[in-house]
């Protein structure tokens, strides 16, 4: 069961952008949409936006997701330091009925 | 509030069995697909398991597929996640997480560590 794929690590200076993204496959990211989660060390991961770009209440309006195809992309604006975080995405996979996740994105906030 | 709390962790040799539970509270349990994710130690999430809200439909992965077991007992708000045949590689958290198309809400994870 191959995962999604993100870049281990972006680096970005205090109130700039990110955008990480995560690429799957048609039957996944391209078909049912992703999720993305986010992860302080230490703690569970919490929701932050699901079937590409619906987001929980609670969630900064900062955070917005969309999809191309089959890349998911999560943008953060005005980036402050508890944004500094491990980011992952998932998607279920309508082909293979199982869960992907991606190996998650460190998030550094210079 | 939607709460989760898993229970049931532990030390365990190799080809040992372990039952993970996790109760349920602050939602209509019944209504909802309830899932199973572990991350190893410094490692990413790795899903293991879902169930459907009546149980009728279960899903593995294939790293534990005929080894774990997921149910759920709607009138007690309970999930859980019977291992066996454990390997020192299902070493991880185990958090459960309400499915609700995404995983809306986690719990605090159980530890399960397989030693020898």
């Known amino acids: 069961q191959a995962g999604l794929t993100q870049p281990p690590s972006v680096s970005k200076g205090l109130r700039q952008t990110a955008t990480l993204t995560c690429t799957g496959n048609?039957?996944?990211?391209?078909?049912?949409?992703a999720a993305w989660l986010q992860q302080h060390q230490g703690h569970p991961p919490k929701l932050l936006s699901y079937?590409?770009?619906n987001r929980p209440s609670g969630i900064s309006e900062r955070l917005s997701a969309s999809r191309s195809g089959n890349t998911a992309s999560l943008t953060i604006t005005g980036l402050q330091p508890e944004d500094e975080a491990d980011y992952y995405c998932?998607?279920?996979?309508?082909?293979?009925?199982?869960?992907?996740f991606g190996g998650g994105t460190k998030l550094t906030v210079l | 509030e939607v709460q989760l709390l898993e229970s049931g962790g532990g030390l365990l040799q190799p080809g040992g069995s372990l039952r993970l539970s996790c109760a349920a509270s602050?939602?209509?349990?019944?209504?909802?697909?309830m899932t199973w994710v572990r991350q190893a130690p410094g490692k990413g999430l790795e899903w293991v398991s879902s169930?459907?809200?009546?149980?009728?439909?279960?899903y593995y992965a294939d790293s534990v597929k005929g080894r774990f077991t997921i149910s759920r007992d709607n009138s007690k708000n309970t999930l859980y996640l019977q291992m066996n045949s454990l390997r020192a590689e299902d070493t991880a958290l185990y958090y459960c997480?309400?499915?609700?198309?995404?995983?809306?809400?986690w719990g605090q994870g159980t530890m399960v560590t397989v030693s020898s």
């Open positions: 997480s309400l499915d609700t198309g995404a995983f809306d809400t």
């Open positions: 602050g939602f209509t349990f019944s209504s909802y697909a």
């Open positions: 169930i459907s809200d009546s149980a009728r439909n279960t």
């Open positions: 048609s039957n996944n990211v391209g078909d049912q949409g």
């Open positions: 079937r590409n770009n």
């Open positions: 998932s998607a279920w996979d309508s082909s293979l009925s199982v869960w992907v």
